[in-house]
């Protein structure tokens, strides 16, 4: 079954990351990996030789380029199934804090250091790319709010810095039955892009 990515402000679906199970169930397609996933069952060993087709998780990513400079983050990617808290849409002028895919970030606003987002069905991974000026941590959540996983970017990585981590550094974290993530920056400040989730 092939998934085709929705263009303009919607999500596309990207191959990077299709899960390889030990008995190679799943094999990717090469062709127009950004836009597709395909997936196949090896023929059975039967004479019948069944081809069986299933569906791979799903990942989305958010277009962030359609969003106004400023604008207040929430619902925009209902239809997607997420819903953001204490965001805001920017397209940074200061140089420390470089975009890595296009002009728009999200930032936590009006929070310093601090963004959430809820999914309106459990996922199993979720990753962004960080530039953030101090340490932050990224905290996967179950339904009932109970903390499954955490991921941190250990120190800031700001550009033309000291920092040994690259501007932009990707933080991920991967469990089953994902409800809500959060990134805290402990009231420093940070950008967010590049947001990705597997459904």
């Known amino acids: 079954m092939v998934r085709r990515g929705i263009v303009g402000k919607q999500a596309t679906l990207q191959t990077d990351e299709v899960p390889q199970f030990e008995d190679n169930t799943f094999v990717r397609s090469q062709f127009d990996v950004q836009k597709q996933i395909v997936t196949s069952v090896k023929r059975s060993q039967s004479d019948a030789e069944i081809?069986?087709?299933?569906?791979?998780?799903?990942c989305v990513c958010l277009n962030?380029?359609?969003?106004?400079?400023?604008?207040?983050?929430?619902?925009?990617?209902?239809y997607c199934g997420v819903?953001?808290?204490?965001s805001i849409a920017i397209q940074p002028s200061n140089p420390a804090f470089p975009t890595n895919s296009g002009l728009t970030v999200l930032m936590g606003a009006p929070k310093s250091g601090f963004l959430e987002a809820?999914?309106?069905?459990?996922?199993?991974?979720v990753s962004a790319c960080i530039t953030?000026?101090?340490r932050l941590v990224m905290s996967a959540y179950a339904r009932d709010r109970?903390?499954?996983?955490?991921?941190?970017?250990?120190?800031a990585n700001l550009?033309?810095?000291?920092?040994?981590?690259?501007p932009n550094s990707p933080l991920f974290v991967t469990t089953q039955n994902i409800y809500s993530v959060t990134f805290c920056a402990f009231d420093g400040q940070f950008t967010l892009s590049d947001f990705c989730f597997y459904v």
């Open 159 to 166: 550009a033309n810095s000291d920092s040994v981590l690259p």
């Open 132 to 134: 953030s000026s101090q």
């Open 83 to 86: 819903i953001f808290g204490n």
């Open 146 to 155: 109970q903390l499954l996983t955490q991921s941190i970017l250990p120190s």
């Open 118 to 125: 809820k999914f309106l069905r459990p996922v199993s991974k």
């Open 64 to 78: 962030l380029e359609d969003l106004k400079c400023f604008e207040v983050v929430e619902h925009q990617y209902e």
């Open 51 to 58: 081809d069986n087709t299933i569906e791979a998780p799903t």
